[in-house]
T-cell receptor, first 111, second 113 residues
Framework: TQLLEQSPQFLSIQEGENLTVYCNSSSVFSSLQWYRQEPGEGPVLLVTVVTGGEVKKLKRLTFQFGDARKDSSLHITAAQPGDTGLYLCAGAQTSGSRLTFGEGTQLTVNP | NAGVMQNPRHLVRRRGQEARLRCSPMKGHSHVYWYRQLPEEGLKFMVY????????ESGMPKERFSAEFPKEGPSILRIQQVVRGDSAAYFCASSLLLAAEAFFGQGTRLTVV
């Protein structure tokens, strides 16, 4: 079983729509990161959240870390074609030694 | 301030040959991770190293695969006697601290023919 479950796995929307991507786990994480990966490139770090209940905004992107530090969400407002990519969450467990990645959400924003 | 550097970007090997993938972490980073990614899939953890030590290799196949991160020089992921199923993108990431946020290289795309 995957330690970090991301949903949905695939998402195709029209430009201007809003969307939310989820990252859930039964484990507690000391921190959680969100990455975006474009075809042919490596993942690029978007944000790190470390405090339960924390909310971070990056332009049209809003990231939230659950109160219990077991889950996170990424909300995009007024999506644009440039937002297209694979969105990955990754967490560092409180007792772990390495980052664990979710399977990713493949987002396609159609013009 | 150079990021994580991987080379080569593309590597073609015939079945049975060896593949060597190199990763130079960000300056000051002593933690290195290797991940494998198949098309349309997420990142699969392979190995986590610190300078001169393998910390966690639970994701790496027991045979044909090895990794090192010497005191001097880049981290190397070595695949011996490659097979078609080894074809994938291999990504390296580095971090400053244990289990801290990681920064990725652009990957090496290995094709076994």
């Amino acid at each position: 079983t995957q330690l970090l479950e991301q949903s949905p796995q695939f998402l195709s929307i029209q430009e201007g729509e809003n969307l939310t991507v989820y990252c859930n786990s039964s484990s507690v994480f000391s921190s959680l990161q969100w990455y975006r990966q474009e075809p042919g490139e490596g993942p690029v770090l978007l944000v790190t959240v470390v405090t339960g209940g924390e909310v971070k905004k990056l332009k049209r992107l809003t990231f939230q870390f659950g109160d219990a530090r077991k889950d996170s969400s990424l909300h995009i407002t007024a999506a644009q074609p440039g937002d297209t990519g694979l969105y990955l969450c990754a967490g560092a467990q409180t007792s772990g030694s390495r980052l664990t990645f979710g399977e990713g959400t493949q987002l396609t924003v159609n013009p | 301030n150079a990021g994580v550097m991987q080379n080569p970007r593309h590597l073609v090997r015939r079945r049975g040959q060896e593949a060597r993938l190199r990763c130079s972490p960000m300056k000051g980073h002593s933690h290195v991770y290797w991940y494998r990614q198949l098309p349309e899939e997420g990142l699969k953890f392979m190995v986590y190293l610190q300078k001169e030590n393998i910390i966690d290799e639970s994701g790496m196949p027991k045979e044909r695969f090895s990794a090192e991160f010497p005191k001097e020089g880049p981290s190397i992921l070595r695949i011996q006697q490659v097979v078609r199923g080894d074809s994938a993108a291999y990504f390296c990431a580095s971090s400053l601290l244990l289990a801290a946020e990681a920064f990725f290289g652009q990957g090496t795309r290995l094709t076994v023919v």
